[in-house]
């Protein structure tokens, strides 16, 4: 079957690092998505890997090795409003999109 | 109106009711997802339309029936519900189905409460 982990809730202080880490078992792989949810709203898009490496994207970076199934998310300098669920999806080989349950994060002054 | 948009925002009916959920999307995209989001679980697609055309049904009961009568605007039509069928519903729109890089723009969701 195919199967989406990532860690249920995650807690890191605020203008800390944090790594939320995603592991993937797909059929196929056509890319992978990290989208961000705040409690009550739509998920957003954050960043797409599609080959090995990492992407940065401002305080937001996201890794990927297809080789392993795995990728992370990085956040750097946290601040209050980056409490939300962090969620991992999947393409794959028929662009089916595969989700992850979601990361809760909780930032703490 | 941008991007998304969803009504109504909140719903409770009862198991013998019908009501309707709409999605309007002011993208220009081709491609419209009806999910299901249930608390600490997945995003369960639902139904897939791309060009007007259903593509995907993952298995949906048929007290579930969507309909998209063009590219821009989604329905989910519910009669007959059972509790288990509380959770949020959400519309999503990408430029078209199949290219693997397109990222979904998400509406704000309709939150289901069935009595």
């Known amino acids: 079957g195919q199967n989406i982990d990532q860690p249920t809730e995650m807690t890191a202080t605020e203008g800390a690092i944090v790594q939320i880490n995603c592991t993937y078992q797909?059929?196929?792989?056509?890319?992978l998505f990290w989208y961000q949810q705040h409690a009550g709203e739509a998920p957003t898009f954050l960043s797409y890997n599609v080959l090995d490496g990492l992407e940065e994207k401002g305080r937001f970076s996201s890794f990927l090795s297809r080789s392993k199934g795995y990728s992370y998310l990085l956040l750097k300098e946290l601040q209050m409003k980056d409490s939300a669920s962090y969620l991992c999806?999947?393409?794959?080989?028929?662009?089916?999109?595969?989700w992850g349950a979601g990361t809760k994060l909780i930032i703490k002054p | 109106e941008t991007g998304v948009t969803q009504t109504p925002r909140h719903l409770v009916m009862g198991m013998t009711n019908k009501k309707s959920l709409k999605c309007e999307q002011h993208l220009g995209h081709n491609a419209m997802y009806w999910y299901k989001q249930s608390a600490k679980k997945p995003l369960e697609l639902m139904f897939v339309y791309n060009f007007k055309e259903q593509t995907e049904n993952n298995s949906v009961p048929s007290r579930f029936s969507p309909e998209c009568p063009n590219s821009s605007h989604l329905f989910l039509h519910l009669h007959t519900l059972q509790p288990e069928d509380s959770a949020l519903y959400l519309c999503?729109?990408?430029?078209?189905?199949?290219?693997?890089?397109?990222?979904?723009?998400f509406g704000p969701g309709t939150r289901l409460t069935v009595t």
């Open positions: 999806a999947v393409t794959d080989s028929n662009y089916q999109l595969i």
């Open positions: 797909t059929s196929g792989f056509n890319g």
């Open positions: 999503a729109s990408s430029q078209d189905r199949g290219r693997m890089s397109y990222e979904q723009y």
